[in-house]
Structures are given as structure tokens and as C-alpha cells.
């Protein structure tokens, strides 16, 4: 006989996690069923930033709304997140200082406490960083990063304690339909009934949909990031920076290490199948990656290169994310 529940979660990323632990604090009988093991997708391989500058409210909403969650992790969740405090710095062209200044304006309307930055006080702030190209930077003082694999891990050990049945290592095979109805899903192990499915599993989302003869805008997209280990003189932590000028990213990591990634819409090219693709760096990537740091950064340029490793984007056409019952009525939740 099949094992019955209120509802079936899909996938044991930071998605999948936390939608679990939501519902079975408010009673619901969930079970979590993971293809691998929990966070060994893209969360386990996140950059974890925790940054609340974004230019749609309801975004810059739930982004408050999970740095409170960070903040006071222990108490909301349980175990340890590594949430570490840096601030998080935006940079935009000249051009593009009014777009910046309008989303400042949004997100203060909603409580984020962020302003602009003289490059005085940016300076001051990294000291060594390259300002000559733009007039005042975005600054959120109580942004920073997480450890991604220690938040993941948390979330699932709170499921637990709230009931969840997290099942690792079971894949979803099948879905099952009552006419337009969702009814459970078919692993390895057997069925499992419940009238909600929800499909939390990210790059895979797309596979997941085919199976309820949907056919989803997510892809997949191999993305990459890039380790250097910062030189004598610069050892000193310093704040996540999104240099939409250079298009990048960075933060610092622990041992001395600053972590540099893209932020480039042609990543949304590298359309790749989620089961099989390289997730080691490309050589081109270090090269590009260290090059464009060093134009904000010239101290880098005697920073050693430490790796670093690929992993997934789940991209939709308007890279925001699908969040709704689809189809409607059918009980398969995105």
C-alpha cells in the first residue's frame, strides 16, 4: 500500500528544504524526496550570497525577509548556517546611477536598510579598490554570505524534527494523474500518495515538468566560479561586491580566499544537461574571471589562482523564478 501524505516535496536543495520545514511546522504531514543526497546539487556548490538588491519589491520583500531568517538562524531553524556579515556593495555606471538610485528608493519604502556610498567612504570601506569609473556605489551594511552546504544541511535536520519523511537517494520516476488531478509520484521504492506534489528541484524542474506533460521554460545553464587567494597586504575580509560595470562578482572566503564569479546574461547560453555536464573550471574562465577583477581590484593581479569548480543556474527567459500551481487546479505546484 502506498505511503500517504499532504504533501510531496521534490528535491533536496535549499528550495526543497525550506518549503518542507515551512509546512510541517504548520502541520502538514510531508514527505521530501531527494534523487541524490541533500544539497549535493547547485546548493551544495552555491556563492550563498545574501543580498537584498533587487529591483522588483516583492523580491527585495522575500530577500529582507530571509536576511531575518539568517540573522537569527539558531532560533528560526535550528543548527548553524555560517552566516557571515561583510556588507554587499553594488557598482553601476554613471549612466545607470538613477536606475540605482529608484531601486535604493524601493527597497528603503520596504524596511532594507541600504544608501548610497561616496567613493570616499567606498575606498575607505575596500581600501585598494579601483573607483574611477563611476560616482557612488549601492551599500547594504547588513548583507554578507552563508555556508551553503552547512544552511542546507540545517534545514534538512529541522525537517526531520518536524516530521518530515526526507527519503535520499530516491528518485521520481513517475507522477500520478486522477484526470486533471495530481495523486503522488513513483520512485525506486514504491508510490507515494498525496494531492500536492511540488516540483523544488531547480535545474531539473524542467525534467520533472515533462513527466506532468508540462513543458517548463527552465534550463539548466552551466555557470562557473573562480578562487584567488588575496596577497600580503590584503588579507583582510571584504565585502561582497557586484560589479554590474565589469559584470562580475566577489566575495572573500575563508583562507584568505576571494570567490569571483560572472554576472552575465549570456550565461543563460550554456544550456547544459543537468545529469552530465563538466563541473570542473575552465582555464578561459580563471584567465577572464581574474582579468576583470583586477580592473576593479589591481592588488589581485598579484593574487594567486586556487581553482574553483562549475556548477547550475535554473534560468527561466525573464530569469525570475516560476512560483504557481501548474496547471491550475492540478494540485503540481512550481
Known amino acids: 500500500m502506498a505511503e500517504t501524505y499532504d504533501v510531496i516535496v521534490i528535491g533536496g536543495g535549499i528550495m526543497g528544504c525550506s518549503t518542507a520545514v515551512s509546512l510541517a511546522q504548520r502541520g502538514v504531514k ?56 561583510t556588507g554587499f556593495v553594488a557598482i553601476v555606471a554613471a549612466a545607470d546611477q538613477a536606475g540605482l538610485e529608484a531601486n535604493l528608493a524601493l527597497q528603503r519604502r520596504v524596511g532594507i536598510q541600504t544608501e548610497m556610498l561616496s567613493l570616499a567612504a567606498l575606498q575607505e570601506l575596500v581600501p585598494g579598490l579601483t573607483t574611477a569609473d563611476f560616482v557612488a556605489a549601492a551599500y547594504e551594511p547588513e548583507s ?92 583582510k575580509a571584504h565585502p561582497v561586491i557586484a560589479d ?15 570567490l569571483v564569479g560572472l554576472i552575465d546574461p549570456g550565461e543563460a547560453e550554456a544550456i547544459v544537461d543537468p545529469d552530465r555536464f563538466h563541473e570542473g573550471v575552465d582555464d578561459g574562465f580563471i584567465l577572464e574571471a581574474g582579468e576583470r577583477l583586477v580592473v576593479r581590484y589591481p592588488a589581485m593581479e598579484q593574487s594567486q589562482s586556487t581553482g574553483g569548480y562549475a556548477s547550475l543556474y535554473a534560468i527561466t527567459p525573464d530569469w525570475h523564478p516560476i512560483v504557481d500551481e501548474v496547471p491550475a487546479g492540478s494540485g503540481f505546484f512550481v
Open 144 to 235: 554578507g554570505y552563508a555556508d551553503p552546504y552547512q544552511t542546507v544541511t540545517a534545514y534538512a535536520q529541522a525537517a526531520r524534527r518536524a516530521g518530515v519523511a526526507v527519503k535520499q537517494e530516491t528518485a521520481v520516476t513517475r507522477l500520478h494523474f486522477s484526470g486533471d488531478k495530481i495523486t503522488g509520484v513513483e520512485t525506486k521504492d514504491g508510490r507515494l500518495s498525496a494531492p500536492i506534489v511540488i516540483n523544488s528541484t531547480g535545474a531539473w524542474a524542467a525534467q520533472v515538468g515533462r513527466l506532468a506533460g508540462l513543458d517548463l521554460p527552465i534550463n539548466a545553464c552551466r555557470v562557473q566560479v573562480a578562487f584567488f587567494r588575496r596577497p600580503p597586504g590584503h588579507e
Open 244 to 258: 554590474f560595470i565589469n559584470a562580475t562578482y566577489f566575495r572573500s572566503e575563508t583562507g584568505n580566499l576571494t
Open 30 to 85: 510531508v514527505a521530501l524526496l531527494e534523487k541524490n543526497l541533500i544539497g549535493a546539487g547547485p546548493t551544495g556548490k552555491s556563492s550563498a550570497i545574501i543580498r537584498q538588491h533587487y529591483s522588483n519589491e516583492l523580491t527585495a520583500r522575500m530577500a529582507l525577509y530571509s536576511l531575518r531568517v539568517f540573522q537569527n538562524f539558531e532560533e528560526q531553524v535550528g543548527g548553524h548556517c555560517g552566516f557571515t556579515q
